[in-house]
């Protein structure tokens, strides 16, 4: 169901999604730009943020730029009833930046993926270590990422 | 690299959530201890040199009523280039990348993020993507989520 309040909520994430204007006042100069208060653009933020819709309203940075060249994902086969358990433990690593569990085919069986970032590729692998210390998994692979075709944030 | 001790304080804060006042800035040089305008004119050089892609809302793709997946397709080494372009061609394609087992093979070297706005409109994208490529793609949804967000350690 749509309502009003959610059309606006939508306009107002697709007018700063390219980014929020980088000055003294940005909330009152975007509430400018649409026609309502600071306070306005404020509170809806706060409620985005609070209801889930908006995860963080931070920077994205260019990791690659700033010398964080190691991208490692690494997928793990784990069995069924043990998948809570893994990945608690795999999210708790602070280098560890996503952990998902996805759905195995004939062709895949790793049905745990960890996204892991670090400076170099010994960074990352010492936290793989760690993980099959912590865990005791032993069957997983490391993919690293050879070219980056394409890295935007998502849009709406 | 030219970021300086002040960049890499405001670059980590920054990968938080803006304060939600009137004046964000102000508020975080009382935490940095470093002046507002300075603040400012390092964020704007570091969007412009683009060390940060942007400040901004990060969507919670499913929140927002989206579906998304991963997916992953095995391209032929001398197809690589026109099968990323028709890829990378749709809007709701976040990220794309070329990936290699190390020390194994994987049956599948092409990995993309694709966001739509529902299931029916990913699924027709995919096979649109099938049916352009004559290439198999994997889809492999998130069935549960241990952790999203990628704050980066900067030192």
């Given at each position: 169901m749509t309502t009003k309040k959610e059309d606006i909520d939508v306009q107002l994430i697709k007018h700063i999604q390219e980014g929020l204007p980088v000055t003294k006042t940005p909330y009152k100069d975007i509430g400018q730009a649409l026609g309502m208060s600071e306070d306005e653009v404020i509170q809806r933020l706060k409620k985005l943020l609070e209801f889930g819709?908006?995860?963080?309203?931070a920077a994205s940075i260019a990791h690659r730029k700033i010398g964080i060249n190691a991208n490692a994902m690494c997928v793990w086969k784990v069995p069924k009833e043990r998948v809570d358990e893994v990945g608690k433990i795999m999210a708790g690593?602070?280098?560890?930046t996503h952990c998902y569990e996805r759905p195995t085919y004939p062709d895949w069986q790793h049905n745990v993926f960890t996204m892991i970032h670090g400076y170099t590729d010994a960074e990352c692998e010492a936290v793989i270590q760690a993980i099959k210390e912590k865990t005791g998994l032993t069957d997983y692979v490391i993919l690293y990422s050879e070219k980056e075709f394409k890295k935007v944030g998502v849009r709406i | 690299m030219i970021l300086c001790d002040t960049d890499r304080k405001i670059l980590h804060r920054l990968q938080s959530n803006l304060p939600l006042v009137s004046r964000p800035f102000q508020e975080l040089s009382k935490e940095l201890n470093i002046d507002e305008d300075t603040i400012i004119e390092r964020i704007k050089f570091m969007i412009e040199k683009g060390y940060v892609r942007r400040l901004a809302p990060i969507i919670n793709t499913q929140a927002m009523g989206r579906e998304a997946t991963l997916a992953a397709v095995k391209v032929p080494e001398d197809r690589i280039d026109e099968v990323s372009a028709i890829i990378n061609s749709y809007s709701g394609v976040s990220h794309n990348y070329l990936r290699k087992g190390k020390n194994c093979n994987i049956p599948y070297n092409m990995w993309f993020t694709m966001s739509a706005k529902d299931d029916e409109e990913l699924h027709s994208r995919l096979k649109e993507i099938e049916d352009r490529t004559g290439l198999t793609v994997r889809s492999l949804p998130?069935?549960?989520?241990f952790k999203i967000g990628v704050r980066f350690k900067i030192y």
């Open positions: 819709k908006i995860r963080r309203l690593f602070e280098e560890v | 998130t069935t549960k989520k």
